[in-house]
């Protein structure tokens, strides 16, 4: 596989001085990567593929796009009506979102269970909680700018959570807005950095592949690769593989942009923004609904108010995320090879489910004590549960290597299938 | 995993019917639309259209239509022509620095029956009809909500105040809508001759608004198509691949 | 990124036959390959003229307050275009000129649908300037038509090209009479 790049003359001129293509052999081709990955490893370049399509589809929509409040809704339907193919690439871009937010939440639960966060993939793991933090401020601004309904009563709201902050919280608001409402300014400056932010996405997007590639991906087994019969050549075996996933991925995504493109959608975005009447519901796109549950869940918490410590939940419930290496004692990585951890990871998802579907819902009623009760599960999992259950917790006996452990598998296929449920 | 696969289903199926309200629900009729083959029902779009030109658009505007749109439910060019130059539309300024007004052209959008929406609430009793062009779009069960809308007039149960200018209708939220029924049947004569019965109307002007809520709907759709065909053809000749590619690594 | 673009045949312990093999591998990756090529194409039609645009191509002009020897511009997809009320000399000047010595030989009649009326687009065929011309107190060149201050271009009373680099005349855009004073262009 290791077959040089240079035969061919301009190659071998080209990367004497700047070695790209010794680089790309290097990262992408004979990059060894653990033989039995499994297919949740696909979604890593998966987020990949859709920051590039989403960018793609973006700077084509703001050719034609208006960031004006009395022409920007307009401007939109006219990409939608007017414009060749606009109706394509506002729908790629608008269910592109949801599906960039499913394949990386799918990534990150996939780096909680196996503990690809832990020693030393710990700056790997953070640069990702970064590029979650900036894809949510990406995803927000960028749903302000149709100019809807919902565009308006978010960023109102939203924007409006910095107001909680003792002493400065106005200013900072009004700053935000550059005036006294969600207005033209805000809409313009928005729009400035929805275009922005997603090349320092790229940015990190780099380092996180750096970090990765300096100790090289986890794996189900969270063991590390001890010599060259643990793993395989990237090219052609993850290439392919990870081809393949893009395939059915695109089934799913185009099933969407082309048959229910308004499904995940509100239908109030449908209407202009209207700074003078609130929608009778507010409900942020569904893939911050869990926060939206932290945030409107906490009440008064000794001194300080409400208001104030749902914003700071809100914060919190990402940023404790970058001190997960530390929170977890545990000495082993994959869950696989914890018998408890395996059973508490679960709670958590379906403790981010209960979030989601209190985020949906008024806080009426039941909703009120189950957001609380799952807003402080969350918490409780990360800064208790962590640290205590790897104290706690007999791991169990970790195979000797990768190679190892699939032979005694009598040659199952690798990687194919979940191999998790087995256990 | 499955399981996750499963929490991420069942999480979506429990997000979903977020918004619905807790109204009488609407009656599901059947459209020409439905479906991932479903096209617009032309004729019903153009009998819907007459019915916005003669009922609907005295008080509801379409800023975002322009009359060569009408293309799209089958109206030909010299038609269109015909429907656009009926209109008065304002233009300028002249010369003369005055605005003035000439017969319409295909490529103005709708005229609208009011020049703002202050205008519109001075002469319905401070009441502002929503702009039609995205109402399908816009609103919980699209089209059978305007055409549930429509028919849903009814006395007021017993017991119910209704506020003043008022009209109690089924399916509006909260029941009390400022719209009178504006449509009782036989309220249009239709062109190819059906009989305009207060259901064929409903059904008629909610075709033609779905078209005008999305008119690349068609398109879309016929598009869509392709892309899933030649999807399935090549993720499924990745899998050979892959599964060769692989074979190698037993 | 998954690459699909550089197909690489597998090295040795493979069962299977190396066409089948091939042919999978060659296929799933033209495949891609194609699929990513149509991918573009939505992206560069979008940047098409839009249909709106497109639907705003024509514009009517009201000639009856045009004097003789008056110029009007009037804008038309997004462009100046030049009317011209010539007047009996300015005609005749232009049928006058030798057509050997045109850089763009076209006889004035082939310009015009009446001899008065010079309708042209008021953009310079060199690099798209405005030719100056159409206030009285502009400078029109040695040949009375009009003179583009970018790079010197000079053109006549029928809007030929005379002096200067431009290649072409000014374009005659396509118009119609609808009524003896108004006219459709586009």
Redesign the interface.
């Given at each position: 596989m290791a077959a040089a790049p240079q035969q061919n003359k301009i190659v071998r001129w080209i990367d004497h001085r700047l070695p790209i293509f010794t680089f790309m052999q290097h990262e992408l081709n004979e990059y060894p990567t653990p033989r039995n990955l499994s297919y949740w490893w696909n979604f890593g370049s998966l987020s990949g593929i859709m920051l590039v399509i989403m960018i793609v589809t973006g700077v084509f929509l703001a050719m034609q796009y208006t960031p004006n409040v009395n022409m920007a809704f307009d401007s939109v339907e006219r990409i939608m009506r007017d414009v060749n193919f606009g109706w394509l690439l506002r729908y790629l871009h608008m269910n592109g979102a949801s599906f960039f937010f499913i394949v990386v939440y799918v990534h990150l639960f996939r780096g909680l269970y196996y503990g690809s966060y832990k020693e030393p993939r710990e700056l790997l793991w953070m640069l990702g909680v970064v590029i979650l933090l900036l894809m949510m401020a990406t995803a927000f601004m960028g749903y302000v700018l149709p100019w809807g309904q919902m565009s308006f009563w978010g960023a109102k709201v939203i924007t409006s959570l910095f107001s909680a902050i003792p002493v400065v919280g106005d200013s900072i608001v009004r700053w935000l807005w550059g005036g006294f409402s969600v207005d033209n300014p805000t809409l313009n400056r928005f729009f400035s950095l929805h275009y922005l932010l997603p090349f320092v996405i790229v940015g990190v997007v780099v380092l996180h592949l750096v970090a990765l590639h300096q100790h090289g991906s986890n794996n189900p087994l969270g063991i590390d690769r001890k010599g060259p019969q643990d793993s395989i050549p990237f090219h052609p075996y993850y290439t392919v593989k990870d081809m393949f996933g893009l395939g059915v991925f695109l089934i799913i995504y185009a099933a969407f942009v082309f048959y229910m493109p308004n499904a995940l959608g509100d239908p109030q975005n449908y209407v202009q923004a209207n700074p003078m009447q609130t929608p009778l519901e507010i409900v942020p796109e569904w893939y911050f609904l869990p926060f939206y549950a932290i945030l409107r869940s906490v009440p008064d918490i000794l001194f300080i108010p409400a208001k104030l410590a749902g914003v700071l939940c809100l914060f919190g419930a990402i940023g404790v995320l970058f001190f997960l290496p530390w929170l977890d004692t545990s000495r082993v990585r994959s869950a696989r090879f914890r018998p408890v951890y395996k059973w508490v990871f679960w709670l958590l998802v379906i403790d981010v489910a209960v979030l989601g579907y209190c985020g949906a819902h008024r806080p009426e009623g039941w909703f009120i004590l189950a957001g609380r009760l799952s807003t402080l599960y969350y918490f409780v999992h990360f800064i208790i549960l962590f640290p205590v259950i790897g104290w706690l917790e007999r791991p169990l006996p970790l195979p000797t290597s990768i190679a190892a452990a699939v032979t005694r598998k009598g040659g199952a296929p690798l990687g194919a299938a979940s191999p998790m449920e087995k256990h | 995993?499955?399981?996750?696969a499963l929490?991420?289903a069942?999480?979506?199926l429990?997000?979903?019917p977020?918004?619905a309200?807790e109204e009488t629900p609407l009656p599901k009729q059947s459209w020409s639309f439905d479906g991932?083959f479903g096209t617009y029902d032309r004729a019903a779009a153009q009998r819907g259209f007459q019915v916005y030109e003669e009922v609907c658009s005295h008080c509801h505007s379409m800023?975002?239509l322009?009359y060569?749109?009408l293309e799209g439910i089958g109206y030909s060019e010299d038609e269109i022509k015909a429907i656009a130059a009926a209109q008065q539309v304002t233009d300028g300024p002249n010369?003369q620095g005055e605005m003035y007004q000439r017969p319409g052209?295909?490529?103005d959008a709708f005229v609208p029956p009011f020049a703002n929406p202050e205008a519109a609430r001075a002469a319905l009793n401070g009441a502002l009809p929503?702009d039609l062009?995205?109402i399908i779009?816009?609103?919980?069960g699209g089209p059978d909500y305007v055409d549930g809308l429509l028919q849903g007039y009814k006395n007021p149960p017993a017991g119910m105040k209704m506020a003043d200018n008022m009209q109690y209708n089924e399916y509006f939220?909260g029941h009390q809508i400022a719209m009178p029924p504006p449509l009782a049947g036989d309220d249009v004569k239709f062109a190819d001759g059906t009989k305009a019965t207060l259901t064929q109307e409903a059904h008629d002007v909610a075709t033609f608004l779905t078209w005008a809520?999305?008119?690349?709907m068609e398109?879309?759709?016929f598009?869509?198509?392709k892309?899933?065909i030649?999807?399935?053809?090549?993720?499924g000749?990745?899998?050979?691949?892959?599964r060769?590619?692989?074979?190698?690594?037993? | 990124m998954a690459d699909a673009a550089q197909p690489k045949p597998m090295d040795a312990h493979t069962h299977d036959s190396g066409t089948r093999r091939d042919f999978l591998q060659i296929a799933a990756t033209s495949l891609a390959g194609i699929g990513a090529a149509i991918a573009v194409w939505p992206l560069i039609d979008s940047m098409n003229a839009a249909k709106d645009t497109l639907a705003l191509s024509t514009t009517e002009v009201d000639l009856a307050p045009v004097q003789m020897g008056q110029r009007l511009t009037v804008k038309w997809r997004g462009s100046p275009v030049f009317v011209d009320h010539r007047t009996a000399d300015e005609i005749k000047a232009a049928d006058a000129v030798d057509l050997g010595s045109l850089r763009d030989p076209q006889t004035d009649a082939q310009r015009v649908q009446k001899p008065e009326w010079l309708i042209v687009v008021g953009v310079c065929t060199h690099l798209g300037c405005v030719p100056l011309g159409q206030k009285p107190t502009d400078p029109r060149g040695a040949y009375g038509g009009w003179f583009c201050p970018c790079h010197g271009s000079q053109y006549d009373t029928s809007g030929r090209i005379r002096q200067g680099p431009a290649p072409l005349n000014l374009a005659v855009p396509p118009y119609q009479f609808t009524t003896a004073t108004t006219v459709k262009i586009g």
């Open positions: - | 995993m499955r399981a996750l929490a991420v069942l999480f979506a429990a997000v979903v977020a918004g309200q991932p800023n975002l322009h060569r749109d010369d052209r295909p490529s929503p062009s995205l779009k816009a609103r919980e939220t809520s999305e008119p690349t398109e879309r759709k598009t869509g198509a892309v899933l030649f999807l399935l053809v090549m993720t000749v990745l899998y050979g691949a892959k060769q590619i692989w074979a190698a690594v037993h | -």
